[in-house]
C-alpha cells in the first residue's frame, strides 16, 4: 500500500514531459498555418465589405446628384441655362466624339421658391464631379469658394457617357435643345462608371444609369 502511494506521487519523468512537448509543439506547427490563413481569410472579407460600401455610396451619392441637374423651360416657370439658352438640361459638359467624358459639370437649383405655383427656383449652383489623382472630388459653386471635396480615394476611373431617350449615345451633353431641334436629341440618361483599385491588383467596379428628370414641357 505505501509502496503504491509512493508511486502515485513520483509525478512525470522526463522523457515523459519531453514527450508532451514534441506532441504539442507538431499540433501548434500545423495548426499555425490555419489559424493565420483563417485570420487573413476574415481580414481580407472585412476589407472587400468596406471597399464596396465605400463603391456603393459614392455611386448612390453621384447618382443622387445627377438626378438634380436643372432643365430651363421657356415654358414653365421660364428660367435658362448659363448663357441664357432654355428648352434644355444645363449640363456644361461636352461629350467627347470618342471615349467617355472623365469628369461632369451641371446646374442645379439651390434654392426653391414655394410661393409660387407651380413651384420655381430662386437660386442655382453650378456642380462639379471630377476625377483628381486617385479620388473623386465633388465641389458646389456656393460652398466653401467651390472649394472640390474628395467623395472617396482608391478611384482608379470615372466616367460618363451620355444617351437620349431612344437609347442612342448622344455626341453633345450640354447646349442641345429637347423641343426646337427636328429630332429631340437632348441627354435622357446619364451612365456613371467607377472603378476602385485597393490592394494594387483588386478592382471592384460599379456602374448605374441615371434617367435625367422628364422635361417640364
Known amino acids: 500500500m505505501k509502496h503504491s502511494a509512493q508511486r502515485a506521487a513520483r509525478g512525470f519523468t522526463l522523457i515523459e514531459l519531453v514527450i508532451v512537448t514534441v506532441i504539442i509543439a507538431i499540433m501548434a506547427s500545423a495548426l499555425t498555418p490555419l489559424a493565420i490563413n483563417s485570420l487573413s481569410a476574415y481580414r481580407e472579407t472585412v476589407e472587400n465589405i468596406e471597399v464596396l460600401d465605400k463603391l456603393r455610396y459614392a455611386t448612390e451619392r453621384i447618382a443622387r446628384e445627377v438626378r438634380a441637374i436643372h432643365y430651363a423651360s421657356s415654358t414653365t416657370n421660364p428660367s435658362t441655362c448659363t448663357g441664357g439658352t432654355t428648352d434644355r438640361f444645363c449640363i456644361t459638359t461636352t461629350m467627347p466624339t470618342t471615349g467617355s467624358a472623365t469628369s461632369l459639370g451641371f446646374r ?12 420655381s427656383c430662386s437660386s442655382f449652383r453650378t456642380v462639379t464631379i471630377a476625377k483628381t489623382g486617385a479620388t473623386v472630388t465633388l465641389a458646389y459653386s456656393d460652398v466653401n469658394s467651390g472649394a472640390a471635396q474628395v467623395l472617396i480615394d482608391e478611384v482608379n476611373s470615372l466616367t460618363f457617357n451620355f444617351f437620349q431617350n431612344n437609347g442612342v449615345r448622344a455626341t453633345t451633353a450640354g447646349n442641345v435643345s429637347c423641343v426646337t431641334a427636328a429630332t429631340p436629341a437632348c441627354v435622357g440618361y446619364i451612365e456613371i462608371e467607377l472603378r476602385l ?4 491588383a483588386d478592382d471592384y467596379t460599379q456602374r448605374t444609369r441615371v434617367s435625367l428628370r422628364t422635361p417640364p414641357i
Open 108 to 119: 442645379m437649383c439651390s434654392n426653391y421658391d414655394f410661393t409660387t405655383i407651380p413651384t
Open 197 to 200: 483599385t485597393h490592394n494594387v
